[in-house]
């Protein structure tokens, strides 16, 4: 998000450069083709800059929209005011210019009006009618759309309709695209999708409704996740307060994990003092090392399989497992060791193959025979 907030200073320095230029540019040298050439480039820079602004408003959570010094000064308020202001004194200087050129004039004004239709060129999500989107959805489009005075309600109908499908569009299906009925819609869609105790619901369905793992993989590990961050994240942009809610999450994605992954668990909070409690920050950080250590393995396996054979595939044999790290000595598997998992892949594969570990689970009490199909 830092970075996207970088772009936007840097964004809005050019819209107020070009009105700083225009204003201190000689009128001698003012010419209508020059001013509408300045009046291009300036939509060009206001476009990037909602654009931008539609990128940050998606990824930013409740608290960031509160505390953020880009959400404090109101950075695209003032983006926005100060291209308004000065479209607003090129537009004026190309008629004061066009006095005595009426044709020159007329185009000139259709050409602008064409521009402020097809301005902001900007792409919403798609809302269905499902409650656990409706909250991000309602955000965007209030920020973009919705508070935009320089759109029409004609021209917000517009948007808000081309933005919906299934059921929120069968919702609107029978509303004209016209200027009385704009507020008429945006509110027949808060009264049906803005319950905040079905949000809550769905997102807490979601979140205890998760699948259990079968097995250990990547992909598996990875999706339960995103998910509970995903679900916490939209709690609390819901103002629900989930701060005392460590232990509760822990204990129910715990036993959403496969029985591999559950054991690797209670070792590794196993060597915490008895009346300390795991955090999900902490549970978080295992869980990404959990799925970084199946994608090296992963990758690994491969690569390994293709040097020896290219063109033959292999399978692997393992034999019994062990808990004692070979890497730092400390008692859990290699598997699960944070210090192992923080090498670069390179360094990993060399550190295996120079203790001959096993490359399918890391373990150093037995090789992996490679078969070869025949």
Same mark, same amino acid.
């Given at each position: ?20 230029n225009?204003r ?7 010419k ?23 990128? &940050? +408003? #998606? ?9 953020? =010094? ?6 695209? /308020? @003032?983006g926005?005011e ?85 059921e ?11 200027e009385?009925?704009?507020d008429v ?6 009264n049906?999708?803005?319950?905040r105790?079905? &949000? +809550? #619901? ?9 699948? =259990? ?6 992909? /598996? @590990?990875?999706?339960l ?8 994240n ?29 054991k ?6 196993g ?25 090296m393995?992963?990758t ?5 399989s ?25 008692d859990h ?28 689970c ?13």
């Amino acid at each position: 998000m830092e970075t996207l907030i970088s772009e936007q200073e840097v964004t809005l320095e050019l819209i107020k450069k070009i009105g700083v230029n225009f204003r201190k540019s000689s009128k001698s040298r003012l010419k209508v083709a020059t001013i509408q050439v300045k009046v291009e480039t300036l939509n060009e820079y206001w476009t990037k800059f909602r654009t931008t602004h539609f990128s &940050i +408003v #998606q990824i930013a959570t409740s608290e960031k929209k509160l505390k953020h =010094k880009y959400f404090a000064i109101d950075m695209f /308020g @003032i983006g926005e005011e100060e291209y308004i202001n000065t479209k607003s004194d090129m537009l004026e200087k190309i008629e004061e210019l066009s006095e005595k050129a009426p044709e020159l004039l007329e185009k000139n004004i259709t050409h602008n009006q064409t521009q402020e239709v097809k301005l902001p060129k900007i792409n919403i999500p798609q809302f269905s009618g499902n409650y656990h989107d409706w909250s991000t959805f309602r955000d965007l489009y209030t920020s973009l759309i919705h508070n935009n005075h320089s759109l029409s309600k004609v021209q917000k109908l517009h948007y808000l309709k081309s933005s919906i499908t299934d059921e929120a569009d069968q919702l609107l299906r029978q509303i004209q695209i016209t200027e009385r009925n704009y507020d008429v819609a945006w509110e027949t869609l808060n009264n049906r999708y803005n319950n905040r105790r079905i &949000i +809550v #619901q769905t997102i807490l369905n979601r979140l205890f409704n998760q699948r =259990k793992l079968s097995q250990s993989t990547a992909k /598996g @590990i990875k999706d339960l996740l995103d998910t509970t961050v995903e679900c916490l994240n939209s709690l609390k942009n819901n103002d629900v307060e989930t701060t005392n809610w460590d232990i509760i999450v822990i204990h129910l994605i715990v036993n959403k994990l496969d029985d591999e992954s559950h054991k690797q668990w209670e070792e590794d909070v196993g060597e915490l003092p008895i009346d300390i409690l795991p955090t999900f920050e902490k549970f978080m950080k295992f869980l990404e090392t959990r799925f970084r250590v199946y994608e090296m393995m992963s990758t690994t396996s491969v690569n390994v399989s293709r040097e020896r054979n290219p063109s033959k595939t292999k399978s692997f044999i393992t034999t019994n497992n062990t808990q004692h790290c070979p890497f730092c000595r400390q008692d859990h598997r290699l598997s699960a060791c944070t210090e192992f998992a923080k090498l670069d892949v390179n360094k990993r594969i060399e550190h295996v193959q120079n203790a001959r570990l096993c490359f399918n689970c890391l373990s150093p009490s037995h090789s992996a025979y490679y078969l070869e199909e025949v």
